[in-house]
């Protein structure tokens, strides 16, 4: 096995979890429809699922049920929102500013997300993490998005990187990085992303 050079990082569901932001602001701005929408029922029945959706679901539910569409003519308001929200207060764990540090002494790193530029860099300079990565590929940069591997090999060029490890949360985002032709370690939580790198890291150590 070649000796890592990158580690390649998804954004959402591996450096955070912005779900429970993106429900509680959904939950602000339709409560003065009379709407209740509570962190359980958002995270066990519309966590991926597209917003329209979510909204058509909200109103039929509703006592009397409501217009769909005037549930979501809420979305401006909710992403001017979330953008103030995460950027007052970057929602990413406090160990994960020493720990990036610890990898970039012998890594090149990236973020590789398919979230606009105009989220992920305000956030992650918010958070104090956007120093940590030598580049970050958002939406922008390429024109076929994940599970196509153009993001993750788009990131390997900018690096000049041949070996590199994918840290993704995602069935799309994994595939994506098995077809860059990376090794992809899969995860389900930020909050163990850093023990299961580095438990992956020390795998190398010792077989070196
Ligand atoms: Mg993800």
């Given at each position: 096995?070649?000796?890592?050079?990158?580690?390649?990082?998804?954004?959402?569901?591996?450096?955070?979890?912005?779900?429970?932001?993106?429900?509680?602001?959904?939950?602000?701005?339709?409560?003065p429809f009379g709407v209740t929408l509570t962190w359980?029922?958002?995270?066990?029945?519309?966590?991926?699922?597209?917003?329209?959706?979510?909204?058509?679901?909200?109103?039929?539910?509703?006592?009397?049920?409501?217009?769909?569409?005037?549930?979501?003519?809420?979305?401006?308001?909710?992403?001017?929102?979330?953008?103030?929200?995460?950027?007052?207060?970057?929602?990413?764990?406090?160990?994960?500013?020493?720990?990036?540090?610890?990898?970039?002494?012998?890594?090149?790193?990236?973020?590789?997300?398919?979230?606009?530029?105009?989220?992920?860099?305000?956030?992650?300079?918010?958070?104090?993490?956007?120093?940590?990565?030598?580049?970050?590929?958002?939406?922008?940069?390429?024109?076929r998005h994940k599970p196509d591997p153009e993001p993750?090999?788009?990131?390997?060029?900018?690096?000049?990187?041949?070996?590199?490890?994918?840290?993704?949360?995602?069935?799309?985002?994994?595939?994506?990085?098995?077809?860059?032709?990376?090794?992809?370690?899969?995860?389900?939580?930020?909050?163990?992303?850093?023990?299961?790198?580095?438990?992956?890291?020390?795998?190398?150590?010792?077989?070196?």
């Amino acid at each position: 096995m070649p000796a890592l050079d990158a580690i390649l990082f998804d954004f959402d569901g591996v450096l955070t979890d912005t779900e429970p932001v993106h429900c509680a602001c959904w939950a602000e701005v339709l409560a003065p429809f009379g709407v209740t929408l509570t962190w359980e029922c958002y995270r066990d029945h519309y966590v991926g699922v597209d917003d329209r959706e979510v909204m058509r679901e909200l109103a039929a539910d509703a006592h009397p049920p409501l217009d769909w569409q005037v549930l979501f003519a809420q979305y401006p308001a909710k992403k001017l929102l979330f953008r103030e929200r995460t950027l007052a207060a970057p929602p990413f764990d406090a160990g994960l500013d020493g720990f990036l540090a610890e990898l970039h002494r012998d890594y090149k790193l990236a973020v590789v997300t398919s979230s606009s530029r105009l989220e992920i860099e305000a956030l992650l300079v918010a958070g104090g993490l956007r120093k940590h990565f030598d580049t970050v590929v958002t939406a922008e940069d390429v024109t076929r998005h994940k599970p196509d591997p153009e993001p993750y090999l788009e990131a390997a060029r900018r690096l000049g990187a041949t070996s590199a490890l994918v840290v993704e949360d995602s069935v799309n985002g994994q595939a994506a990085g098995r077809a860059a032709g990376f090794e992809v370690l899969p995860v389900t939580r930020p909050q163990d992303v850093p023990a299961l790198v580095r438990a992956r890291l020390c795998r190398v150590a010792r077989s070196l």
